[in-house]
């Protein structure tokens, strides 16, 4: 990854902007800029200028993950060494990321010397669009995920548990050479599955359920998020009209998703088709997000959204109808953002399966 040319574009972004400096404190921001994979560390960058600071903690490894930045490594608290920072590099006026700095850190990093202006999403921004690198790294991760719903699948049993079903996802995707999941994953049965964000527990699986899984991997940092909703037995027959009706709302999603087109324009192509269908009520949630560094980051695909799609992005598509007390139905692909449409990430059918 070339992390030099993305400090040179945040380092412009400084100059645009009349600043003397920009402090980076997400983490992954700092790692997007720098390559670096600790737990805790700070980027400060002026419009020519960048130091890298980091605990004793993480000493060797940022020498090794950073060698082309300046560092300081610091055995005491943050806002000192932020201090110093700022007076080696001649610098004051500092913007800080928003929600990167809680109000006890600004309070403490705060000094009559330096000026501090809050900015949200500059790194975040040039982190919508992805370069061949974390494209793969995307790739690999679905991938994973890819193989993990067809060993998953193979294995579902009358009377296994949603928690069970959850750790052998995670499992297999550590098998698979993932580093972890994406985020908790979720596994619904039956009348569960009416719930987005289910959280596996004790149920078990029964003939008839709608079993919805929805669930991700890391790789090389890089998330990976897919839902599929699959059918152990026959489901209700109102679960399989729903289920059309979803996948030709995913699918029109996925049409919809081009670069230049709106978050909201692609959000309402899928909308559109469920509230034909009657199930406006059922749909909660928008169509989609990013995916990157976080699972959940920029461009959005929500119902009144301004953020315009750009090549080389690579977000989720994911509609869903949620019957109380009977069960639900989402699926969901990651898809790169082409110039004349977008690409479909999972190679996983979206055909109901009939376990």
């Not at 699959?230 to 999603?253: I, K, S």
Request: glycine letters at 10%.
């Amino acid at each position: 990854m070339d992390t030099s040319d993305r400090r040179r574009r945040i380092s412009a972004r400084v100059a645009e902007l009349d600043l003397d400096g920009l402090l980076v404190t997400r983490l992954p921001n700092v790692r997007y800029l720098t390559g670096f994979t600790g737990s805790y560390a700070q980027l400060l960058l002026t419009r020519t200028d960048a130091v890298f600071l980091t605990d004793g903690r993480y000493a060797q490894q940022s020498m090794r993950q950073v060698p082309d930045v300046p560092r300081r490594v610091y055995t005491g608290e943050f806002p000192p060494a932020f201090r110093d920072a700022c007076a080696g590099l001649g610098v004051s006026r500092i913007a800080f990321e928003s929600a990167g700095v809680t109000h006890k850190t600004f309070t403490d990093i705060s000094s009559p010397g330096i000026e501090l202006i809050p900015t949200t999403n500059e790194v975040e921004l040039l982190r919508w669009v992805k370069d061949d690198e974390e494209r793969d790294h995307l790739r690999a991760a679905q991938s994973i995920a890819d193989d993990v719903f067809d060993l998953i699948v193979g294995k579902l049993a009358e009377g296994m548990s949603e928690a069970e079903v959850g750790f052998e996802i995670d499992l297999a995707s550590r098998r698979a050479g993932a580093t972890g999941p994406a985020f908790d994953t979720i596994v619904a049965f039956g009348e569960n599955a009416a719930e987005p964000h289910h959280r596996p527990g004790d149920r078990p699986l029964r003939r008839g359920d709608i079993v919805k899984l929805d669930f991700g991997c890391v790789v090389e940092g890089y998330h990976s998020d897919m839902t599929r909703t699959v059918a152990f037995g026959d489901p209700p027959t109102r679960l399989r009209e729903v289920y059309e009706v979803v996948r030709a709302a995913q699918q029109a999603g996925v049409e919809a998703v081009s670069a230049g087109v709106t978050g909201a324009e692609a959000d309402r192509a899928a909308r559109d088709v469920i509230r034909e269908a009657g199930f406006a009520e059922s749909y909660r949630h928008s169509l989609g997000h990013g995916v990157g560094l976080e699972v959940h980051e920029g461009p959005s695909l929500r119902p009144g959204g301004e953020d315009v799609l750009p090549e080389g992005a690579v977000v989720t598509v994911e509609p869903g109808i949620y019957l109380e007390g009977i069960g639900g139905v989402r699926i969901e692909d990651m898809v790169e953002v082409e110039g004349n449409g977008a690409r479909v990430l999972p190679r996983t059918t979206k055909e109901l399966l009939v376990l």
